[in-house]
């Protein structure tokens, strides 16, 4: 095969583009990215290898190998993974294909328009691989996939093109070589990156707990001895190669909770699910009984954009005594806990198992079970003990309650009990979050239910013709903003024995609440208005179902209610969305 020459798909070209010219002050994160690839592929054939034992060629000692050389100012990341054949290196190198990329660039150039230079988002987003093109005027991939023969050299220098070629490799697996930019190698670099020293201490940062050894080759300099182990004198140093493996690869989760300081928790989330921030909320148990397992979950600081669209992978990961099962396990947590990073570590779990016999597991339901009380314990004691905190979690993740109790109608789930108590609303009152428990307390006695309006902003809410009587009498509404709000309390019905009832759906049965005088006046001008309303009836025809006296407007002369048993304006409104 001839050496070939490709276009980068557009998009990918202007994400090289960008970063390349983005003034992004983290740049180092670039090794990062590359030690993950390669301990994804390892993770790949290690996986591949349990059924098909010939892939390994005989090779089963993983490693990550990072080689720099300040000569050729070079640095080169190698693994013994899974590997690229040629249509892989096209396909993972030479494209967008995930969403979740082409989500970075909208957000990045939407920030660039405005002014920013986007540079936190290369963090948020971790767009991986290209990143090394932030250090590089050149990158050359060499790559062989395990089980086959033939080894490809991919090369850029991100000028909107790239070649491929056939080449030699013995081994399996991929190695990558970074010709670093001026700005990145030599004693004057700003950061330099053939760099032993500084390569160490970046891997401790980042990538410590991979869990395959990053190893490197240091060149030592030392005395030579005698044969008692003593200097000798006046014989200058000798230079001797030690490969030392700059990981720890201690599991965090395994340590002992009281040894373990909150930073490590916070690099270690950031470190293992790409954010550049601290997680909002950090849950770590170990569990001895039945069954035996130990769990690390997070809340991210803030939601993913694209947490509620099907591009959006929940899960945790799995592992067994430390071993790397498998990622993005969806079975352990119910929908509604979708935002939920983090892992579990069982013994009870087989290292070989297959994603369809891992759904049936007996021990995966147990502990999911046991994961959802504890979170929901940990979310009930932070709405008691710490408001501003759950207030905080409430903006980020409120909707995915609500949605998992509105989602109970069609999974027959019996969600509503469990969450009924973590909503918060803002209401007519002030503009402060409330529960449904402090809205039935603060309820007048006679008041039998519980209002609430639907709109796209208080300002819209507060305008509604309706709101004025229950402002009158003192009455407190719930507002609604949040378009799945009206359709989780209708899944709901009622609280604590009260009704839920939209200020715009028929009767408000304000009765008690309501004087016997103004229910007589009421009755009086129907009476002495009988003709007027018929009058009305008739020229609106069927664009009503009828026309009523009403004792609920202020200074409004009409309004439109919706039916009793119809949906609510908002409803259709939503319908109609959804329909179109
Ligand atoms: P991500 O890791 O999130 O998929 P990257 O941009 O980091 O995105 O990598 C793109 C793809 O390139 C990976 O999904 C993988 O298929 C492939 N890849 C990158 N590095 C390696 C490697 N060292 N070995 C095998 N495949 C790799
Ligand atoms: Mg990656």
Not at 87 to 116: H, P, R, Y
Request: contains cysteine; aromatic residues 10%.
């Amino acid at each position: 095969m001839a050496k070939e020459t490709h276009q980068f798909q557009a998009e990918t070209k202007k994400l090289l583009d960008l970063m390349i010219h983005s003034i992004y002050t983290n740049r180092e994160i670039f090794l990062r990215e590359l030690i993950s690839n390669a301990s994804d592929a390892i993770d790949k054939v290690h996986f591949e290898g349990l059924t098909n034992k010939d892939l390994l060629e005989g090779d089963d000692q993983y490693e990550i190998f990072l080689v720099p050389d300040a000569d050729s100012h070079t640095l080169t990341i190698s693994d013994n993974g899974l590997g690229m054949n040629k249509d892989d290196l096209m396909e993972n190198l030479g494209t967008i294909a995930k969403s979740g990329t082409k989500a970075f660039l909208e957000k990045l150039q939407q920030a660039k328009e405005g002014g920013d230079t986007g540079k936190d988002l290369i963090g948020q987003f971790g767009v991986g691989f290209y990143s090394a093109f932030m250090v590089s005027e050149k990158i050359t991939v060499v790559s062989r996939k395990a089980g086959e023969k033939q080894a490809y050299k991919w090369e850029s220098t991100a000028d909107g093109s790239y070649t491929i070629e056939e080449c030699e490799k013995e081994k399996r697996g991929t190695s990558i070589t970074l010709t670093l930019l001026p700005e990145f190698y030599g004693d004057k670099a700003e950061e330099n990156f053939t760099d032993t020293y500084k390569l160490q201490s970046l891997v401790k940062k980042y990538s410590d707990y991979v869990r395959y050894p990053i190893k490197m080759n240091f060149v030592v300099e030392e005395q030579p001895k005698d044969a008692d182990g003593k200097p000798i004198e006046g014989a200058g140093t000798i230079k001797r190669n030690e490969v030392r493996t700059l990981n720890s690869m201690q599991p965090l989760w395994a340590k002992n909770k009281s040894e373990i300081k909150p930073e490590e928790y916070d690099e270690f989330y950031q470190n293992l699910f790409h954010d550049w921030e601290r997680p909002m909320e950090v849950m770590h148990n170990k569990v001895e009984g039945t069954i035996e397992y130990t769990s690390l979950l997070f809340f991210p600081e803030h939601a993913p954009y694209n947490l509620y669209h099907s591009d959006y992978e929940p899960g945790l990961q799995l592992y067994s005594r430390h071993v790397f099962i498998m990622d993005k396990c969806k079975d352990l947590l119910p929908e509604y806990l979708r935002f939920v990073k983090g892992l579990v570590d069982s013994p009870d779990f087989s290292l070989n198992i297959s994603r369809e016999l891992l759904q049936q597991s007996r021990e995966l339901k147990l502990i999911g079970k046991n994961l959802e009380k504890s979170i929901l314990r940990q979310l009930n004691t932070m709405l008691k003990k710490d408001r501003e905190k759950y207030e905080k979690f409430w903006a980020q993740y409120g909707k995915s309650l609500k949605i998992g109790i509105y989602g109970s109608a069609y999974t027959g789930t019996d969600t509503v009990d469990k969450l009924k108590d973590l909503l918060l609303f803002t209401t007519s009152k002030e503009d402060k979050l409330i529960t449904l428990k402090e809205y039935v307390e603060h309820m007048p006695e006679n008041q039998k239910k519980i209002y609430y309006a639907t709109g796209k902003d208080r300002a819209a809410i507060d305008s509604l013709p309706q709101m004025e009587l229950l402002r009158d009498k003192g009455i407190e509404v719930l507002y609604f903003l949040d378009n799945v709000d009206e359709f989780a309390v209708e899944v709901m019905r009622e609280y604590d024995g009260k009704p839920f009832h939209s200020i715009s759906r028929g009767d408000l049965g304000l009765d008690d609440v309501e004087s016997q005088e103004v229910k007589k006046e009421t009755e009086n001008i129907t009476k002495t208005n009988e003709d007027l309303i018929k009058d009305i009836k008739e020229t609106l025809g069927d664009k009503v179902a009828d026309v009523k006296i009403s004792s609920r407007l202020k200074s409004s002369a009409v309004c439109l209610v919706a039916d009793e048993q119809g949906p609510s304006f908002a409803m259709e409104q939503v319908f109609a969305e959804t329909n179109n």
